[in-house]
């Protein structure tokens, strides 16, 4: 059967906090921690930062190589971090991977890409942090390559004034192209989940 696409409604649904894919978010997140420290990899100050990173190139890989930002595309890389938090890929899989169907993984995929500050504080800062280092480099490889880099695509989505600014990289350099694309109606989109996870949550 084929897969009936999603409308412009479909896609603002799933921009909003969702309470019931919330909870199991938490949930793998507290396992994922959990695993960290009862391994010794980390200490369980860390944690956070840890897995924010690794949420952060989780998706970047997902992304790249798209002309611009793909929503779709962010989701699924959400959907596969979670499922690496449960041990997809691994002879350690979790129980809750039982009640991770389709469905469920798509609708917390679309949760965690949505409201990545909330379950990772840090998660503006890492990423800008990241995107920085991007944009730093000595050689003009990666901004010639801009178009298709997962960082630069998941910064301009979810920073403020990115796009411009790697534009105005771009042109500083001799490269007469925009790059970081993210459509307009994804960014109205993800102002709107801001408010509704705000309503959730009480943050003002």
């Given at each position: 059967m084929?897969?009936?696409?999603?409308?412009?409604?479909d896609r603002d649904l799933d921009a909003?906090?969702?309470?019931?894919?919330?909870?199991?978010?938490?949930?793998?997140?507290?396992?994922?921690?959990?695993?960290?420290?009862?391994?010794?990899i980390c200490d369980h100050r860390d944690t956070e930062?840890?897995?924010?990173?690794?949420?952060?190139?989780?998706?970047?890989?997902?992304?790249?190589g798209a002309s611009w930002f793909m929503q779709g595309e962010a989701t699924a890389g959400a959907e596969y971090f979670?499922?690496?938090?449960?041990?997809?890929?691994?002879?350690?899989?979790?129980?809750?991977?039982?009640?991770m169907n389709a469905t469920r993984s798509n609708a917390c995929g679309n949760q965690l890409s949505f409201h990545s500050h909330y379950y990772f504080p840090r998660f503006h800062a890492i990423l800008t942090q990241r995107y920085i280092e991007e944009l730093q480099q000595p050689d003009d490889a990666v901004l010639i390559g801009?178009?298709?880099?997962?960082?630069f695509h998941l910064a301009a989505a979810k920073l403020p004034g990115?796009?411009?600014?790697i534009n105005r990289e771009l042109r500083r350099r001799g490269l007469d192209y925009d790059a970081a694309i993210v459509p307009t109606k994804h960014l109205e989109r993800q102002m709107r989940a801001l408010g509704s996870h705000r309503r959730q949550i009480g943050d003002t």
């Open positions: 084929r897969k009936k696409l999603k409308t412009d409604e909003m906090f969702n309470p019931v894919a919330h909870e199991m978010v938490r949930k793998v997140i507290d396992i994922a921690e959990d695993r960290l420290t009862s391994g010794g930062e840890i897995l924010c990173r690794v949420y952060i190139e989780t998706v970047a890989d997902i992304i790249k979670l499922l690496k938090c449960l041990g997809s890929g691994t002879d350690r899989l979790h129980p809750l991977m039982k009640r801009a178009s298709w880099n997962g960082i990115v796009k411009e600014q």
